[in-house]
């Protein structure tokens, strides 16, 4: 089920939500790093994201505003 | 001398931490008045010294109430050394608090945990460049194995005694303070005392999140006009603060460390399962279900044998001391009480060994990412579900523990609800009653009966927070911008050591706080129990009741009959309600001293509860009816004044205090009320 998921990875472009900006740049979520849609949770309401090395859970609308440039 | 420890979440800071102060020091330790950091008090060569721990933090921007408590005491205090602990695995976010830290001109000691990871991944850390770059001490350790910690511990204390000084004199804001020249320049004007740049820009960035003791309200009003005049918006600083040092953050880890590969860990395959949407909540909830089974058989060995001591405890001091209103005191009164405490012990170190267990080793985020959709139906966000099964240890810390939640309408109705969910508090009635209420039996011959009524009473407090929650989420407003956004660590064994010292500190809490309280109670209960008023022909007061139907107790519980018999309590469970509200497990010993000073019954106070009749109705006082109210009573009641008090403190205000209580007060004489009616 969570293999079917469409994956997603790129290079983030921007982060739109400013309030989101602030929080991914402190851990080191950065413009120009990789990050990668790596699965959705049972509801569909958040995703399991990797950047670089660091893994982490994001709100679906909160995963929405980050811009990616495709790989 | 302060020695504060600092870092990231997840880098094994507050291991590190346990491990130093609890290995060699004879600490005396102030547990409990806060979460927000823990204080050690130990004296070094005759020097005073407090040892601090701070919550873990990405960044001195809070995000968080929790994180605040960062910010609030760099703010308020200048520790005399930071010592600031790392994880080399995730290097490059661990520099940008160190950097912040730094540019707060006070001495750093650089940390570098989980060298044998390092190893272990043939990572590469030059920490001697790293020294060179920062200009700070650094030295690696490895708080699992323990490696280094003794030299770190050497190098701390010798610090301490020689008062050394390590200041880095990089100033990293200077790479983009320029753009805010004109804010600093009105800044200097307003707070002529603040001389540290940095620190006057996070407190104008941030003054409406903290309270800093020094901070007059005269000095916040000076603060918004600067922060209007120049329009000075603070997530845009915060921003540029964050990008401008990660700039530089970047070419030094370049530097200082290597990697080789990147394949997938085996954290991302374990995740594989434990994060699925099938697999993974089916493996939570078997696990839950295996936990309560657990809390529930596997404490009932100790407790029976703190059970045993007492009995015998008291039957010793009973014969040991000639007949006398202090040998009662000692025997019923003290005694009890402190059985009270100790009889609960198991449970709540069994609680928080599986809730800490489950923090260490990084489960608990997996939890979160798995139900924060199902709690935001709620109103609530998945990180509520930790503060949620925290309140099955305990609603006070599981309270406090709220202030991980963002989202301040989240947060309220977190905290509101937690203290429905069954604390250990309440292990102690629920055994009691179901034993009086339900036969041992095996069903289908091994789910056992009375295991399942308890898991069932667990259900019902979860069912009803859920509900409640659900009704508050159209009432409440909606304040500010809820975010989850939250790392999910590597998966590690943990330290069992740490994991013993974590509980061995929230089991003294509880003994020390509650434990107070219920060892009062019990004996301003033992002498309401055994004291009468006096005639005032005769000239007394007070005098020694004759019996217990005579006794202030009696009066109070007489009092409030007519309240409590439309759910099927006589005057005697009405002692025991009123005594429930300092500590609910306070319910047994009341009832136990109540029939124990009535007809001291050797059979114990499960037998004496069992043939108890009412005088008046002759029927069984423990029938099943009143049994099952009183049941489904505790359940639902709000009887405990600690979680009152700090609700009151949490959300400062006494109204969600005394809503908290009426709401769930209420729904517990509604819920005992229909109970008894259908079961009588």
Not at chain 2, 265 to 288: K, N, Q, Y
Not at chain 2, 400 to 416: A, E, G, P, W
Not at chain 2, 463 to 472: D, E, R
Not at chain 2, 650 to 664: D, F, P, R, Y
Request: glycine content about 6%.
């Amino acid at each position: 089920m969570a293999e079917a998921v469409a994956k997603v990875r790129g290079k983030i472009r921007s982060i739109r939500d400013k309030y989101l900006a602030r929080r991914l740049y402190e851990m080191g979520v950065l413009p120009g790093k990789n990050i990668q849609l790596v699965r959705q949770s049972p509801m569909g309401r958040c995703v399991y994201v990797k950047s670089g090395t660091t893994l982490m859970a994001l709100r679906k609308e909160e995963w929405e505003q980050i811009e990616i440039i495709p790989a | 001398m302060q020695i504060a420890f600092v870092g990231n979440p997840n880098s094994g800071k507050t291991t590190l931490f346990n491990k130093i102060t609890h290995q060699r020091y004879k600490t005396a330790n102030f547990p409990g008045t806060t979460v927000e950091k823990k204080v050690y008090r130990t004296d070094i060569d005759g020097i005073s010294t407090q040892w601090i721990d701070l919550p873990g933090t990405y960044s001195l921007h809070p995000n968080s109430s929790e994180q605040a408590v960062v910010l609030q005491y760099f703010i308020e205090e200048t520790p005399d050394l930071v010592v600031y602990v790392l994880d080399p695995l995730e290097l490059e976010r661990q520099l940008l608090l160190l950097t912040q830290l730094s540019d707060l001109g006070m001495p750093i000691f650089v940390v570098f945990n989980k060298m044998d990871l390092v190893r272990e991944h043939q990572y590469a850390v030059d920490v001697e460049e790293f020294s060179r770059i920062f200009d700070l001490p650094a030295i690696s350790v490895s708080a699992k194995t323990g490696d280094g910690i003794d030299q770190l511990r050497e190098r701390i204390e010798h610090f301490i005694k020689e008062k050394g000084n390590t200041l880095c004199s990089k100033k990293w804001y200077e790479a983009y303070i320029e753009k805010y020249r004109n804010v600093l320049e009105d800044l200097k004007r307003v707070l002529p005392a603040e001389d540290n740049t940095y620190r006057g820009m996070l407190l104008l960035s941030h003054h409406d999140k903290i309270a800093p003791k020094w901070l007059k309200e005269e000095d916040r009003v000076k603060l918004r006009a600067i922060v209007q005049s120049n329009h000075f918006n603070p997530i845009e600083f915060q921003i540029d603060d964050t990008l401008s040092r990660y700039g530089e953050i970047e070419h030094i880890v370049r530097r200082i460390f290597r990697k080789t590969g990147s394949h997938m860990t085996t954290t991302e395959r374990v995740d594989r399962v434990l994060t699925h949407p099938l697999w993974g909540v089916l493996i939570f909830v078997v696990m839950m279900f295996l936990v309560f089974q657990a809390v529930f058989s596997w404490a009932s060995i100790p407790m029976d044998a703190i059970d045993q001591g007492f009995v015998w405890l008291q039957r010793m001091v009973g014969s040991a001391m000639p007949e006398s209103a202090l040998r009662d005191f000692i025997v019923d009164g003290l005694l009890a009480g402190v059985q009270g405490v100790m009889v609960f012990v198991p449970q709540i170190a069994l609680m928080f060994l599986f809730i800490v267990v489950m923090e260490k080793s990084g489960y608990l985020a997996r939890v979160v990412f798995l139900f924060d959709g199902l709690m935001r139906r709620f109103g609530m966000d998945g990180r509520s579900l930790i503060s949620l099964l925290s309140g099955t240890a305990c609603a006070i810390p599981a309270i406090m523990s709220t202030r991980i939640i963002q989202d301040q309408k989240s947060r309220l109705i977190t905290l509101f609800v937690t203290p429905l969910m069954s604390c250990s508090a309440r292990i102690p009635v629920y055994i009691m009653l179901i034993e009086i209420l339900i036969p041992d039996r095996l069903l289908l011959g091994w789910i056992n009966l009375q295991g399942l009524v308890f898991l069932s009473l667990y259900i019902l407090g979860l069912a009803s927070a859920i509900g409640v929650a659900w009704v508050m989420k159209r009432f409440v407003r909606r304040s500010g911008v809820g975010m989850l956004t939250f790392e999910l660590p590597m998966y590690l064994m943990p330290d069992w050591k740490v994991v013993g010292y974590e509980i061995y500190d929230k089991v003294r809490t509880f003994v020390v706080q509650a434990g107070r309280i219920i060892v009062g109670i019990s004996i301003v209960l033992w002498f309401l129990l055994s004291y009468a008023p006096g005639d005032p022909r005769e000239g007394t007061v007070i005098v020694k009741a004759e019996s217990i139907e005579t006794s202030f107790a009696a009066s109070m519980g007489k009092i409030m009959e007519p309240v409590i018999r439309p759910i099927g309590y006589d005057w005697k469970i009405g002692i025991g309600l009123i005594s429930a509200f300092a500590a609910r497990e306070v319910f047994i010993g009341t009832m136990s001293t109540i029939y124990h000073v009535e007809e001291s019954n050797p059979e114990g106070l499960k037998q004496t509860l069992l043939s108890a009749v009412d005088p008046r109705t002759g029927r069984k006082v423990f029938n099943t009816a009143t049994t099952a109210s009183l049941l489904i009573f505790f359940v639902l009641a709000m009887q405990c004044m600690s979680t009152l008090a700090i609700t009151k403190k949490e959300t400062g205000s006494w109204k969600i205090a005394l809503l908290q209580w009426l709401v769930m007060t209420g729904l517990a004489y509604i819920a005992a009320w229909l109970v008894y009616i259908g079961l009588s």
